[in-house]
T-cell receptor, first 113, second 111 residues
């Protein structure tokens, strides 16, 4: 059982470039979310989804787009990367019942030059 | 979601018991208290959850007083490998809930 898989693990972008961070889970979880974590800081919620076709904004959504066409996948798109988006990005999922725990991926280290 | 307050950092030594307290004065009736642990360069992982009184598992214990306005994560006889950031979350986590993490407590264990 792979759990939550994120790709790539590392990425370097130039300012203005676009890219998509991939997240896939094989646990049939309805809830998926993206967080970013800056050095020495806590996690901040970017976007989340409670099921296919449903997405909503978190604490820091600006500069990021998401879509949820399948239960398994929840990609995060950076349309025009900025140095302020240099961070580690974590994807997480959980089942839909109350108080279910979050399962996290191993993260994507993104540097924007 | 109830706001939580926990110490920014704590230090301890191997073999000691470590207690990390989280304050959540505005906890709602249907809110649970959940703790996550994050090692460097990894995503957080669930360690324990409780509603009231005491919960114990193979990793930690969670103590919740009757008024539920605070909770204490207890790590017995810590080792160097317990060095991590510990996050306290409070919420009912309904199907549409955002799950917000605070800054956590950075625990450093010394030999």
């Amino acid at each position: 059982n792979a759990g939550v898989t994120q790709t790539p693990k590392f990425q370097v972008l130039k300012t203005g470039q676009s890219m998509t961070l991939q997240c896939a889970q094989d646990m049939n979880h309805e809830y998926m979310s993206w967080y970013r974590q800056d050095p020495g800081m806590g996690l901040r919620l970017i976007h989340y989804s409670v099921g296919a076709g449903i997405t909503d904004q978190g604490e820091v959504p600006n500069g990021y787009n998401v879509s949820r066409s399948t239960t398994e996948d929840f990609p995060l798109r950076l349309l025009s990367a900025a140095p302020s988006q240099t961070s580690v990005y974590f994807c997480a999922s959980r089942s839909q019942g109350s108080n279910e725990k979050l399962f996290f991926g191993s993260g994507t280290q993104l540097s924007v030059l | 979601l109830a706001k939580t307050t926990q110490p920014i950092s704590m230090d301890s030594y191997e073999g000691q018991e470590v207690n990390i307290t989280c304050s959540h004065n505005n906890i709602a009736t249907n809110d649970y208290i959940t703790w996550y642990q994050q090692f460097p360069s990894q995503g957080p992982r669930f360690i324990i959850q409780g509603y009231k009184t005491k919960v114990t598992n193979e990793v930690a214990s969670l103590f919740i007083p009757a008024d539920r306005k605070s909770s204490t994560l207890s790590l017995p006889r810590v080792s160097l490998s317990d060095t991590a950031v510990y996050y306290c979350l409070v919420g009912g986590y309904s199907s549409a809930s955002k799950i917000i993490f605070g800054s956590g407590t950075r625990l450093s264990i010394r030999p």
